[in-house]
C-alpha cells in the first residue's frame, strides 16, 4: 500500500469567541471528512482510490469545516493548514497564517502556503519590505479565515513531498518567534521527531512564546 498520512494544525482566532471551539471542529471536520472518503480503501474493502480528485475532496472538506463552525461556534474564525499525503505527493488546503513548509537536507526551510494576513498583503503589493513585515503592528490581522464570511476561497495545491527532507505545519506562535535557520538544525538534533515538535515548542517559549504553540513534523520512511 502506498504511503498515507493526514496532518492538520488549526489555530483559532485569539480575539474572537469559540475560537478554541472553532479549530476544534475544523480538525474534526476536515479529518472526519477525509478518513470517511479514504476508510474504505485503507481497510481493503475496496481496491481503488475515490472518484474524486485529492484537491476536490479537499475542497469539500473545508466548504464543511465552514459550515460547522459558522453552525457551532458562530462569530469565532480560526486557521487551517491541513496536509493530505498519498504516495510521494502532498495535498494542502490552506487557509489564514499558519504554515507549511519543506525543509531541505541543507538547512532551508522553504515555505509552501501562502499567509492571508494583512501584513502580508502589504509586502506582495510592495508597500512594506520583508525587514518591516516582520516588526509591522498588527501582523495576526487575517483577511481570510475559516468561519468567516459567506463565501471562503482556501489555498488547495499539490507538491511532491519532500522526500530527504522533512514536511513541517505550525501556527504562527513558532514561525514568528524562531528563526527558520533554526528549524532544521533543531530538527536533525533530535532523537526522533516527536522529540524536535518538543523542542521547538520550547524554544518557542523561551523565546517569549507569545501566542499558541502548534507542530506537526512528517517525514517519509523507507
Known amino acids: 500500500m502506498m504511503p498515507f498520512g493526514l496532518y492538520i494544525v488549526a489555530d483559532g482566532m485569539g480575539g474572537h469567541q469559540y475560537g478554541e471551539v472553532a479549530s476544534n471542529v475544523a480538525i474534526r471536520t476536515v479529518g472526519g471528512h477525509i478518513m470517511h ?35 457551532e461556534a458562530p462569530s469565532s474564525g480560526t486557521t487551517l493548514t491541513a496536509a493530505l499525503v498519498l504516495g510521494q505527493q502532498v495535498t494542502i488546503a490552506h487557509v489564514g497564517d499558519s504554515r507549511a513548509y519543506n525543509i531541505h537536507p541543507d538547512g532551508r526551510a522553504e515555505v509552501i502556503t501562502r499567509d492571508h494576513s494583512l501584513v502580508k498583503r502589504l509586502e506582495e503589493l510592495g508597500h512594506i519590505s520583508e525587514d518591516e513585515a516582520e516588526n509591522y503592528p498588527h501582523r495576526n490581522v487575517l483577511y481570510r479565515a475559516l468561519g468567516q464570511g459567506d463565501i471562503l476561497e482556501p489555498d488547495i495545491f499539490t507538491v511532491a513531498f519532500p522526500e530527504t527532507g522533512y514536511l513541517m505545519l505550525c ?16 530538527i536533525n538534533e533530535a532523537p526522533n521527531l516527536q522529540r524536535a515538535c518538543q523542542n521547538l515548542v520550547e524554544a518557542a517559549n523561551t523565546a517569549g512564546g507569545p501566542d499558541n504553540i502548534s507542530v506537526v513534523i512528517a517525514q517519509m520512511i523507507g
Open 37 to 71: 472518503k479514504f476508510q474504505p480503501y485503507l481497510f481493503g474493502i475496496k481496491p481503488s482510490s475515490p472518484d474524486e480528485s485529492l484537491q476536490e475532496i479537499m475542497q469539500a472538506a473545508v466548504r464543511d469545516a465552514q459550515k460547522n463552525i459558522q453552525s
Open 171 to 186: 501556527s504562527d506562535g513558532l514561525w514568528g518567534v524562531v528563526a527558520e535557520q533554526n528549524i532544521y538544525r533543531m
